[in-house]
């Protein structure tokens, strides 16, 4: 693709992405507290590290159950998530914040998308991506999740040279304004999908991602 693409050609891509993939929102907790602490401990490990260590906290999933657990214990339950004492006090930093500002995902729905992330970004532990999950799978806002696999699927196919999260965000993050917010799980979740593939086959055949004529 030659030169910047148009927001329609992006939008075009990204729904081939979730065509060709189809729906990946099986992964997704009912408990949200559980899909919260995942998104602390997949940081800096891969899924099935992060995986062991929420097994490990199995009947520990619950705001007061977090809340009153030893810090010593927490830390050994996420063990094998790694950097365990740093995630230990990120998940009690977080369930603290959560607890003082009322310990319901319903009292936020009046709260700006910006400001409920800027909110977030104060709270240890939680940097940009992770402000943005949190958002789009807990709080249910629509936000485009600008990750290493987003980042270098727009450099590949000429869709943006991205380097930065703060970069990407500020160019591709209005796409979402306006899409059912499924899709919008959907985006992130094929890119990343797409991204674990082509990792293992560089060679992958990304013609058919490009909008006909």
């Known amino acids: 693709m030659d030169g910047i693409a148009s927001d ?8 081939r992405l979730v065509s060709f993939y189809g729906q990946q929102d ?17 940081q800096q490990t891969n899924q099935t590290n992060a995986e062991l260590a929420l097994a490990n906290l199995k ?6 159950a977090l809340l009153a657990i030893d810090l010593t214990e927490l830390e050994q339950l996420v063990y094998p998530a790694g950097f365990y004492r ?12 959560f607890a003082d500002q009322g310990g319901e995902i319903a009292k936020f729905t009046q709260v700006p ?27 249910e806002r629509n936000v485009f999740i600008c990750d290493q696999y987003a980042m270098r699927l727009f450099r590949r196919l000429g869709l ?3 380097r930065t999260y703060s970069q990407m965000r500020l160019a591709v993050n ?18 990343d999908v797409h991204g674990k593939h082509f990792r293992r086959h560089k060679d992958m055949d990304e013609s058919w991602l490009f909008p006909e004529n």
């Open 160 to 162: 943006g040279d991205y």
């Open 59 to 64: 009947g520990q999933l619950s705001l007061e």
């Open 113 to 139: 998308t910006a400001d409920l992330r800027q909110e977030l970004l104060k709270i240890k532990g939680v940097g940009q991506e992770t402000a943005d999950v949190m958002l789009l799978y807990i709080f």
């Open 86 to 97: 740093q995630k230990a006090r990120y998940i009690k930093a977080l369930m603290q914040w």
């Open 8 to 15: 329609q050609e992006i939008i075009r891509i990204l729904n």
């Open 174 to 191: 209005h796409l979402v304004e306006g899409i059912p917010h499924k899709l919008c799980k959907e985006w992130h979740a094929c890119i």
């Open 26 to 42: 099986w992964w997704e907790d009912p408990n949200r507290i559980a899909d919260w602490v995942a998104m602390i401990l997949i």
